[in-house]
């Protein structure tokens, strides 16, 4: 099983983003696809996720209203889109996988950076 995140990089305040998550060696369907992130000095949090099943999304507090989550079940890959970033969402982005029937992600990706600066 493999989850490769992209598209991080520097991003101005207030631009978008859109991190990609490129997943292998599972059926895509019978899972749920979570983005998380790593904040310096503050661990990793959910960020967002979704049941590529029945499409049913979640977000925390921190990017609803501003993330939207999807997915694209013919390349396997599910995206995080990020509007108006600020620098408190500088952080290292990583996708995950859970079973749908489970509570946790079992299998993780490699991060990728995104720092808000100007």
């Known amino acids: 099983v493999q989850l490769q995140a992209s598209g991080g990089g520097l991003v101005q305040p207030g631009e978008s983003r859109t991190l990609s998550c490129a997943v292998s060696g599972i059926t895509l369907e019978d899972y749920v696809i979570g983005w998380h992130r790593h904040l310096p000095g503050a661990g990793r949090k959910w960020v967002s996720s979704?049941?590529?099943?029945?499409?049913?999304?979640s977000y925390a507090d921190s990017g609803k209203g501003r993330f939207t989550i999807s997915r694209d079940v013919a390349s396997n890959t599910v995206y995080l889109h990020m509007n108006s970033l600020a620098p408190e969402d500088t952080a290292i982005y990583f996708c995950?996988?859970?079973?749908?029937?489970?509570?946790?992600?079992?299998?993780w990706g490699q991060g990728t950076l995104v720092t808000v600066s100007s």
């Open positions: 979704i049941n590529i099943r029945n499409q049913h999304t």
């Open positions: 995950a996988a859970r079973r749908i029937e489970r509570d946790e992600y079992n299998y």
